[in-house]
Each structure stands twice: as C-alpha cells, then as structure tokens.
C-alpha cells in the first residue's frame, strides 16, 4: 500500500469511528509499510566483551581439553549463536578491565604467560569470590584468542586501548602485532607462533576507556591530550585505522556534558583537521540502581525503574549528539554507544550468576 493511498484510507476510518463516538480521539497511529526510514548500519548490533567475573573464562574460553564443545578452546555454542545473528563487531578486552590490562602479557606460549591482579578485585563483592580467573588474571585468553573468536564468529574485532596505563609506544607495537604483513617484523613472527601468520588486520580501535572515571579520572581537556599523543603517526599497514575516543558517561548528567564540551573544544583549538583522526565518540549508560541491587531478583517495581532508566538513553543521545554538533560542523565524528544495559553486580558467586549478568552490548553506529 502506498503512503497516500494509506493515509486516505486510515483517514477514512478515523473520521468514521470519530462519528460514532461521543468524544474526539486522542491521537492517530500511522503505519507506513513503504516508507523507507534510512539506512541501519549492520554496526548497530555489536557486542561486548570484557574479563570480569566468568564471561570470558568458563564463558568464551573453555580451553582446548574442556568436556564443552569448544574450537581451539573457544566455547563451539557460543560461536554457533553469534554467527546465527550475524554479530557485527565485538568489543575486548575492557571496559574498565583493560585500563590496566598489558596486551603482550596474552601473547606467546600459554605456559610462560604471566599470572596478574585482576583489575575487578578492588570490587568488594568480586573480591568475594573464590579463587579463579575472576580475580586473578591467568591470560590464558590473549589478543590472538579474541581474533580467532572474532573470525568464527563473523565479527570484526574492536580492541580497547589502555590510555590510562600504558604508553603510546605501547598502542604502536599492539598495532604492529595484530595488522603487520606476515614475516615482517618480529611482532608478526610472535603473532604466527600465537597461531596466526596472516594479520588481523583490526580496523577499530578505543582510545581509552571511561577515562572521565576507572580509566585515569581525567577531565574532557587531560583526555584530549592523552587522545592526540595515543593517535599521532600510528602505523596502519595500508588499513585506515578507526580511532573511537573515550566519551562521556551518564552517572551526572551536568558534569557529562561537561566532558563532551571539554573534549571537543582541546580537540579543535584553531583548526579542524584532528575530526579526521576521530571516527567516533564513545558513549556509556547503565541502568542500575534498583532497590534490591540484585542480579536474580527483581520485584515490579524494580522492573519499572529500569524501564523508565533506559527510556532517559533516547534524550541522553540527542543531548551530547547536540554538543558535538556544535564543534563538528561536518557531522564526521559519530556517536557510538559501546557499553550500555543494565549492571548488577550478583550478590552470590557461582555458575549460575558469575559473569552472566554483565552487559553484551557494543554499539558501533
């Protein structure tokens, strides 16, 4: 049915019912099977992986001679469903996670790998859980795992980079590990001993994570800086690099806006030329907070609130897409929603709770 041709008909209808009742209608539903809206960029449907209770470990990786079904260790069922909705892209290792997370403590043989603090046990409730990945980092899953996940999964790999303690030299020779050509360096020669001799050819990276917060409590302006030296004369072996900024959270929506102000203005100075290194602006939002804090229970009302907490995502959206509008005339940087959902932390540890009820959601559109 054509728009014209529906309108004439919903019309029809409406002003009949109208006649035949005592009282104006209070609105109209129109239905539009042809109208085409815009295109949705497949993106939009990404995932979010982090190490933090059992999702990776127990949840991704099961390992090589685990009674699960697995592929090279990764869990077989898991990568099954991720191809049956054709999962876009995967957000790793963090999160809050990879702040402090060495990307070259994952690479080499899994035997020498060291053991670490996993960032998660200053979490009082995490640190009540028993001993485990989930509070001490084995690195057992490494940058090469996550890509060959990605890879039967039919999803692009988006890394997070750690601003907060790491080096840009750092971020270089990561790069270098994942995207140089085979045989080239001693990085790729690593990379083909982890299993891969063809790069990974990783095309999104996250420069920093929540760096207002877990990620350095840096303000708009410190960021910006730490954004500039990270992305300056990165080696992309003939890839275009997409670099997705820290951007804002939603815990205090004054000073977020603040943020978003802050980094935009020490991005542009007196020119415009840095929106070009900029390809996103990363977004995060919960909805937490209810009134038993529970991850299993939850009464009506608790189920109320979020529902009302998740409808604020739509103005919180249109609040910073207005910000950057005003610095980014051109509209080059998108907004990108790649942490939201709702976060509680279980108030019991075992399989049936550790790390199941942490967000997926990694929104890259």
Known sequence: MKRRDFLSTALAVAAGLAARSTRAADGLVEVLLDEPMGTIAPE??????????ELIYNGVWVGEDSKIPNIAGIRQALVERLRQIRVPVIRWP?????????????????????????????????????????????????????????????????????????????????????????????????????GSREPFKVKFWG???????????????????????????????GRKLHFIASGPGADERDTQVVWTRGFFESLTGKSTHLFDRVYGFALHYYCNGTEHDDAINFSLDDWYLLFRQADYMDALLQEHWTVMGEYDLARKVKLVVDEWGHFTIPRRWDRSTCGATFPPCATLC
């Not at 939009?44 to 209770?53: A, K, M, N, P, V």
């Not at 670490?116 to 690195?139: H, I, M, Y």
């Not at 409590?217 to 954004?227: D, K, L, W």
């Open 44 to 53: 939009l449907q990404g995932q979010f992986s982090e190490h933090i209770g």
């Open 207 to 237: 420069m920093g994570n929540e760096s207002w917060g877990c990620g350095g409590n840096m303000r708009g302006e410190e960021y910006c800086m730490e954004f500039r030296r990270f992305t300056a004369w990165v080696p992309d072996y």
């Open 94 to 194: 963090g999160g809050c996670f990879g702040d402090s997370y060495n990307w070259r403590d994952g690479v080499g043989p899994r035997s020498q790998r060291p053991v670490r603090t996993s960032f998660w046990q200053v979490v009082p409730d995490l640190f009540k859980a028993p001993d485990g990945p989930q509070k001490w980092e084995p690195n057992t899953f490494g940058t090469a795992d996550f890509a060959r996940f990605c890879q039967l999964s039919g999803a692009q790999p988006y890394l997070s980079v750690n601003v907060r303690s790491l080096t840009p030299l750092d971020f270089d020779q990561w790069v270098e590990y994942c995207n140089s050509p085979a045989g080239t360096t001693t990085l790729a020669q690593t990379r083909a001993g982890d």
